[in-house]
Structures are given as C-alpha cells and as structure tokens.
C-alpha cells in the first residue's frame, strides 16, 4: 500500500478548495455569492455549451449547500478593460479518490456570458482553480491548475508554457464576448453504440435525446424509457428498473429523481427517468449498455 506523506495531503486538501492567486486586493472583503437559480437563468437557451453547464451547475449544487460549496463571485476586469464577475463552483467531496468537477462562469450584470469547466479523478490527477496571469500580458486570466494525484501524474492532460514551470488543465482570456483558449483543448469527440438487455422480460427499453456525439468531459443528457410489451400488468420498481453502464469509459453517472411512482405498468404503458452523465475517458466509440432490472422477489 502506497502511504501518502502528511504534507501531500495537505497540499491535496488545500487544492480542493476555492483559491486565488495573488494579487487579488482585498479579496475576502469582495467575496460575494450567487444563486443557482441566477446562474440557470442567466445562462443562454440554446447553446451547446450553456446545455452542459446547466447539468454541471445542477452536479455542484444539487446537495445541500454548505460554505465550502456556495458560489463564490470574484469582480475582474476583461482584457478589453470592462468590469465583470468571475463565479467559482466545485462539487462535494464523494470519497477520496474520487471525481471532482470546478467550474468558472464568466458574468455581466445578471447575464452569463460564457463558461469553463474541469473533471479530474483524484486517482491521478488534482485540479486547482485560480484567476492568475498564464500568459505574462500583465492581465488576470482563469486557470485550472493540475498537479498529480494520488497514484501518479494524470496522462497527456497537462500543459504549460515555455520557460514556465505550472502545469494547467485548461487556461483562458477573460474578454467581453467569453473565455478564450489559451492552451489548446484536447477533447475527444465520441459516438456512443447502444446496446439493450432485456434480462427476457416482456419489455421495450429505449435511451432518447442522446446527442449523435459529445466531447470526453462535455455533460449530456437522456432520457431511459421501459414500455410494457405483454398483454399483462407489469411489476416494476420506480426507482431501479434499469441500470446504464458505458463498458469502454469510465464515467459520472447521476440518475434524477424519477417523477413516475407507479409500481406496475399496464399493457403498452411506457415510464421513463432523466439521467445526466459525463464520460471521463473513451476512443471514437463507446459502448453503453442499458439493462432492464426487474423487481426483487421478497419472500
């Protein structure tokens, strides 16, 4: 068993926090908070981008919120000069190691001009999110940081700039129209191939609203429904009925509240549930397999 030395996890938990980098005047002065509910609504309707967001905003503050999990609002100045607010987001603490998720919002009065956001699984990789200067221009830019995590350094994520020695995840410009790259990103774009197991069950499994393709790391959503194909009632339980499992990538998996109760469906009758998800690695292709979970027999 690997032991991890007292000042690594120091540094660990210190990373774990909400940061900014020096110099930032008067910071704690200026901390100031936003709702999720401000946040949803400032944010566009349409945009691919804003669609993500929206479930990743819903991944952090979908808990009770506690002090270290509340928005934090940082004022900041664009590179064309104008003022603006930086919100910072992180979600809760699953387990150590685990997955984490950070996310700056760039704001405009109550608008949400654009957004960034950055998953690490603390196994190899622990993320830091800062409003430092990356690139030497003298201007305030925000940057998710990355350091190694507990079993060794995160692959091909990592980049920095010549004759600097921080390493970054991502790093961006903070300009009037939203976040510009300042390092390359290197997301992969995949294709999911679904797969259905009925387990012999007279039933029709369906996964709607899957987009033809996503980014590794880029938060979708879906819809599973069940219909019933017998001529009978069918027992289902409302809140496990079926089971989602991406075979080729690990993943974050967050299934909603189901809003349908029913315990047995009728002939031709059809349920359904919300899940968000969030693939963590993957090549071109991912396999996701939908399993249909019939009620337990209690005896």
């Excluded at 270290?68 to 387990?95: M, Q, Y």
Aim: hydrophobic share 35%.
């Amino acid at each position: 068993m690997k032991v991890l030395p007292i000042a690594w996890l120091l540094v660990f938990w210190s990373c774990l926090s909400l940061s900014a980098s020096e110099p930032l005047p008067e910071q704690h002065e200026q901390l100031s908070t936003v709702t999720k509910q401000e946040l949803l609504d400032g944010l566009p309707l349409d945009d691919r981008r804003a669609k993500a967001a929206r479930l990743e905003i819903d991944y952090c503050l979908d808990f009770e919120e506690t002090r270290e999990r509340l928005p934090v609002r940082l004022p900041v100045k664009t590179k064309e000069g104008n003022d603006a607010d930086i919100v910072f987001l992180n979600s809760r603490h699953t387990c150590i190691p685990g997955v984490f998720l950070r996310m700056a919002l760039l704001m405009v009065g109550k608008r949400v001009v654009d957004s960034a956001s950055c998953w690490t699984c603390t196994r190899t990789e622990v993320q830091e999110l800062l409003l430092e200067d990356v690139d030497g221009d003298g201007a305030i830019d925000v940057a998710f940081r990355g350091y190694e995590g507990f079993w060794g350094r995160p692959k091909d994520r990592l980049q920095s700039l010549p004759g600097d020695s921080r390493n970054w995840f991502y790093a961006y410009t903070i300009t009037d129209k939203g976040f510009q790259c300042i390092l390359p990103r290197k997301e992969r774009e995949l294709k999911v191939k679904l797969v259905y197991d009925t387990d012999d069950q007279p039933v029709k499994l369906e996964v709607l609203g899957l987009p033809k393709s996503f980014h590794v790391y880029e938060m979708v959503e879906c819809n599973v429904s069940v219909t019933n194909i017998s001529s009978k009632n069918l027992t289902v339980d409302p809140a496990q009925w079926f089971d989602l499992n991406f075979e080729d990538g690990g993943c974050v998996i967050v299934y909603c509240a189901p809003k349908d109760k029913c315990t047995a469906l009728k002939p031709n009758e059809t349920m359904s549930r919300e899940v968000h998800f969030c693939l963590l690695q993957g090549e071109n292709e991912v396999k996701l397999s939908c399993t249909y979970q019939p009620p337990e027999i209690k005896e």
